[in-house]
């Protein structure tokens, strides 16, 4: 390693103790369709409204300290209904449509987006990113579908018994749901990677 390069990796390390919004890498080669339609979340520390993966000085307070992320959606439409989901799709390796269900939100008011809460039917309470160790990166994938106005959107007794291997795709076509209105997702791991 040259003197120049440990200058720089030097420089970097300190530089990212004290400025980690400098350090946030945003996924421009993993999943870029996938952020779209203008979601956003925000917890305390991390307000976020493109993919990106979550600096390493934020990994633990998002695992172990930060409770469910506010939602930000300024393209609700106040009268309409809405779902949000939160999925791992990397934590289940039985099946490529199965997923780790984090959170499920129902009968959401557009009307609520603007005043920067969610108001609706929680199915699934809200479980915090915590990818295991030695597991690489996690996508924490968000979706805000349009829910529409006859729609009754419930767990099967099924689907309440395990978050883990969740088909994503089963419910929503259950429940009726087309594409989603908006996605999102940003990329941790473990903290003590």
């Known amino acids: 390693m040259g003197p120049w390069t440990l200058f720089l990796v030097l420089l970097l390390s300190i530089f990212e103790q004290f400025h980690f919004e400098a350090t946030e890498e945003k996924l421009d080669i993993w999943d870029p369709s996938f952020c779209r339609g203008g979601l956003g979340v925000k917890y305390p520390e991390l307000e976020v409204s493109e993919c990106l993966i ?6 633990k307070k998002i695992s172990m300290v930060w409770q469910a992320p506010r939602i930000i959606f300024s393209a609700a439409h106040e009268k309409r209904k809405y779902v ?57 994938q968000f979706m805000l579908f349009e829910q529409p106005q006859d729609a009754n959107v419930i767990l099967t007794e099924k689907e309440k018994e395990s978050r883990g291997n969740w088909d994503l795709d089963a419910f929503l076509k259950r429940v009726g749901l087309g594409a989603p209105v908006a996605t999102f997702q940003f990329l941790t791991q473990n903290y003590n990677d």
């Open 54 to 59: 979550v600096p390493k000085l934020l990994r």
């Open 84 to 140: 949000l989901v939160m999925v791992d799709p990397d934590a289940s390796a039985n099946s490529a449509s199965a997923y780790w269900l984090h959170w499920l939100v129902a009968d959401i008011q557009g009307a609520s987006f603007g005043k920067g809460q969610i108001e609706g039917t929680t199915l699934t309470d809200y479980r915090p990113p915590t990818p295991p160790r030695d597991a690489g990166l996690h996508r924490y």
